[in-house]
């Protein structure tokens, strides 16, 4: 499995956390679900980090069966689309970066 991560480093005003948090599940959601091939798609909000640790507000993580699947969503008018909707939520509420990370994942029982 491929996971492709979205790792949205910077800020949100406290007093708009819980705005931000629905306008993610609210209008990005919908489309990062729609990317061809997603096979699950996880959004993770900070609620804590060691001291001195750089602020990650939201973490997105999409998986793939493999990297062809990842670069046929890369390539998909999806992709034009969330990337709308992300810049229009992140002007009301995001300052910051985003940047993106490939892994393939292995998994361990304890």
Same mark, same amino acid.
């Given at each position: 499995?491929?996971?492709?991560? %979205?790792? @949205? /480093?910077g800020?949100?005003?406290?007093?708009? /956390?819980? &705005? #931000? $948090?629905?306008? !993610? +599940?609210?209008? *990005?959601?919908?489309?990062?679900? %729609? #990317?061809?091939?997603?096979? &699950?798609? +996880?959004?993770? @909000?900070?609620?804590? $980090?060691?001291?001195?640790?750089?602020? #990650?507000?939201?973490? *997105?993580a999409?998986?793939?069966?493999?990297?062809?699947?990842? /670069?046929?969503? *890369? &390539?998909?008018? !999806?992709? %034009? /689309?969330?990337?709308?909707a992300? =810049?229009?939520? *992140? &002007?009301?509420? #995001?300052?910051?970066?985003?940047?993106?990370?490939?892994?393939?994942? =292995?998994? @361990?029982a304890?």
């Amino acid at each position: 499995m491929i996971t492709r991560y %979205a790792m @949205f /480093e910077g800020s949100v005003p406290a007093d708009k /956390e819980d &705005a #931000f $948090r629905a306008a !993610v +599940r609210a209008e *990005l959601v919908p489309k990062w679900r %729609a #990317f061809p091939g997603a096979r &699950a798609v +996880r959004v993770g @909000f900070t609620v804590a $980090r060691d001291d001195g640790a750089p602020a #990650f507000p939201l973490i *997105l993580a999409i998986d793939y069966d493999d990297r062809a699947a990842v /670069e046929t969503a *890369l &390539a998909s008018p !999806v992709r %034009a /689309e969330s990337r709308a909707a992300t =810049e229009s939520v *992140l &002007a009301r509420f #995001f300052t910051g970066r985003i940047h993106h990370h490939v892994t393939e994942a =292995e998994s @361990f029982a304890p």
